[in-house]
């Protein structure tokens, strides 16, 4: 049982390079999220999924894309990298939450994430 | 949005003296969660609490919903305890699962 898994963990970009953030969970969680942590900072809310098929925006969602193929993967694109990008970001995942779940039943399990530095 | 704010914004302790952390948020939201992130960088959970008080070791927590804090005390502080303390109020999405916002942290270092 691995988790929530992100690849890479260090990347350095080219300003307008595009690339791929991974993120996979074996947990059978129904809901995926990314997040950005800049220096100072909280983690924000880029993009999230509370299913296959199914995606939606979050606090800070310009400048990056999302897919969700698969209930495992759920990767972000940056299809034209900026030095703003510059952050660390994580990939969360939870189960669904249910009626009569029990409480914390959908408590997010992070990744260890993934340092990105665009130039 | 939330608004959430952590004070104090950072902390020095000497190795076994006690801490009290808060954190206030602007509106009603479904929970609230604590988290410390180590010195590698690393998210753990330490607790999901929309109200009431819950203890883990030396580590408890206490969430006021209706006065809209939430408190984290730190008894006999360790070196280990050092980082960031996190907390994040949970907003449920539609159709599931928790869209959290965060705080800015409060930085800990304890020292022997």
């Known amino acids: 049982n691995a988790g929530v898994t992100q690849t890479p963990k260090f990347q350095v970009l080219k300003t307008g390079q595009s690339m791929t953030l991974q993120c996979a969970q074996d947990m059978n969680h129904e809901y995926m999220s990314w997040y950005r942590q800049d220096p100072g900072m909280g983690l924000r809310l880029i993009h999230y999924?509370?299913?296959?098929?199914?995606?939606d925006q979050g606090e800070v969602p310009n400048g990056y894309n999302v897919s969700r193929s698969t209930t495992e993967d759920f990767p972000l694109r940056l299809l034209s990298a900026a030095p703003s990008q510059t952050s660390v970001y994580f990939c969360?995942?939870?189960?669904?939450?249910?009626?009569?779940?029990?409480?914390?039943?959908?408590?997010?399990?992070f990744g260890a994430g993934s340092r990105l530095t665009v130039l | 949005g939330i608004q959430v704010e952590q004070s104090p914004p950072d902390l020095i302790l000497q190795e076994g003296a006690n801490s009290t952390l808060r954190c206030n948020f602007s509106?009603?939201?479904?929970?609230l969660q604590w988290f410390h992130q180590n010195p590698w960088g690393q998210l753990i959970n330490l607790f999901y609490i929309p109200s009431g008080t819950k203890q883990n070791g030396r580590l408890s927590a206490t969430t006021v919903a209706t006065e809209r804090y939430s408190l984290l005390y730190i008894s006999s502080s360790q070196t280990t305890d050092s980082g960031v303390y996190f907390c994040a109020v949970v907003l449920l999405v539609t159709g599931g699962g928790n869209k959290l916002t965060f705080g800015t942290g409060t930085q800990l270092k304890v020292e022997l």
């Open positions: 969360a995942s939870s189960y669904r939450g249910r009626p009569g779940a029990l409480p914390g039943a959908n408590v997010l399990t």
């Open positions: 509106d009603s939201v479904n929970n």
């Open positions: 999924s509370v299913g296959a098929g199914i995606t």
